[in-house]
């Protein structure tokens, strides 16, 4: 079946729910059973109810392993990665936290990338510092090889980079890991199962904010991971131990969302290239920071990883411009919401703020303001005819360097 067809079949059970078209929305804190025996059995893996078939003993005696709807959801979404089991998690960042908490412990040392969402940075170098945890920020477009300790539990991977969208040597990371028997978790938010899977390349664990794409109404937040085997056995016993849980109508709405994923994730990609192409031929822009672009550093390690591009990329401007100079260009916009996040249907536009983005490892290399873009479903041709006019607010054509130039012919005049 092709994937398009599989996103808009996967983990529903028509006879589960007496022909309905969708599932129904469960709402249960406890699991009812027939006999003493059945749920003894059930706690052993051995459920009288059709559960996940994985091979993996599951405790099915409590909902606090999640309702048929999350079950539904969850066996979606290892359906569209191709293999392995997933299990579903609060947000995305509690995913992120989650893996880290049940892949290193005190004394363990964990590489995590220096351009990775700034909320995990930030997670690493208070929460896991407290607790004896080791952490090196890596950049991931080098050789990592020199920086493996003897201690060194977990890599954690995100392809493109937040904000920068630099793309990792996933090749080399994985080789390095597999040689010092290393975990590793990629993040694989910006390109969902669609346009890129982590688990065929080697990546241990696929990492998705589902709050992004996957659910991509913006109407909710949620993580998940896909794991197979034995890792997939050590994340899942954590889960049952920490009591993760989800909400069923969040599974049901993110299970709704998979059903548009293709069609949405298409057009996201032919509208940013366009917006993308677009903007870099704009005057106040200085470089467009896109790995579809053939102007990106890497777009050939791209080409060889994704099948496609997504819809959020960031552009530096020209110039270092004020609070109150990029408050004019994006505070007036008809089309493109301030907001952070981005993968829901709804185009967003957010100046990035240097201190936040924090990179100690990579050099940046770029003067001007970051903002990032992220194209949504609406009309392309009214995309760019918002980020004009907002672009024309900036209150200076010159770059710092005509400045400079500016001033010395005003000297020598
Ligand atoms: C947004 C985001 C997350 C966090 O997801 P939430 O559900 O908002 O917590 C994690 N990783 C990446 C790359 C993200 O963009």
């Known amino acids: 079946m092709k994937e398009e067809s599989l ?3 996967a983990g529903r059970k028509f006879n589960d729910y007496k022909g309905s078209m969708n599932p129904p929305v469960y709402h249960s804190s406890t699991i009812l059973f027939p006999t003493y025996r059945n749920y003894l059995d059930a706690a052993n893996g051995e459920s009288i109810y059709d559960v996940i078939n994985d091979g993996v003993a599951r405790d099915y005696s409590y909902s606090n392993v999640g309702t048929p709807t999350v079950h539904y959801l ?59 945890v080791g952490v090196t920020f890596y950049d991931p477009t080098q050789d990592i090889a020199s920086l493996i300790r003897s201690n060194t539990s977990l890599i954690m991977i995100e392809t493109p980079g937040s904000v920068t969208f630099e793309i990792s040597n996933i090749e080399h990371i994985v080789k390095v890991a597999k040689e010092h028997g290393i975990v590793t978790v990629c993040d694989n938010s910006w390109s969902t199962p669609l346009l890129f899977k982590p688990l065929d390349c080697g990546v241990d664990v696929a990492l998705y904010a589902v709050t992004k794409y996957l659910a991509g109404h913006s ?3 949620m993580g998940a991971i896909v ?28 299970h709704r969302g998979l059903r548009t994923l293709h069609a949405r ?18 005057s106040r822009v200085e470089k467009v920071l896109y790995p579809a672009l053939p102007s990106h550093p ?29 408050s004019r260009m994006v505070d007036h916009m008809k089309i493109f ?10 185009s967003l536009i957010l100046p990035m703020d240097r201190k936040s983005m924090s990179r100690s490892v990579m050099s940046l290399g770029y003067n001007g303001s970051f903002v990032r873009i992220f194209c949504g479903l609406e009309d392309p041709g009214d995309l760019i005819s918002d980020l004009d006019a907002a672009l ?4 200076c054509l010159e770059s710092q360097d005509d400045n400079v130039e500016r001033e010395t012919k005003r000297v020598t005049a």
Request: hydrophobic share 40%; glycine share 8%.
């Open 7 to 9: 996103l808009i079949k």
């Open 74 to 132: 969850s066996n979606a979404l290892a359906e569209v990665e191709g293999r392995g089991q997933a299990l579903i998690y609060p947000s995305g960042l509690f995913a992120l936290t989650f893996a880290i908490l049940t892949f290193a412990k005190a004394g363990s040392h964990v590489l995590i990338q220096d351009n990775s969402y700034y909320r995990l940075k930030r997670f690493a170098e208070s929460e896991l510092l407290k607790r004896g």
């Open 219 to 221: 109407d909710l937040l």
């Open 227 to 254: 794991a197979e085997g034995e890792i997939f056995k050590l994340l899942y016993e954590g889960y049952k131990n920490y009591g993760v849980t989800v909400q069923s109508h969040d599974c049901y709405l993110a």
């Open 265 to 282: 994730m298409k057009r996201h990609q032919s509208t940013a290239i366009r917006v993308a192409r677009w903007l870099e031929k704009h």
């Open 298 to 326: 890497q777009h050939k390690l791209w080409k060889n990883y994704f099948k496609g591009a997504s819809g959020v990329f960031s552009i530096v401007l020209n110039k270092k411009y004020s609070c109150e100079e990029l």
């Open 337 to 346: 919401n301030i907001g952070a996040s981005w993968g829901g249907c709804d």
């Open 392 to 395: 024309a607010r900036l209150p």
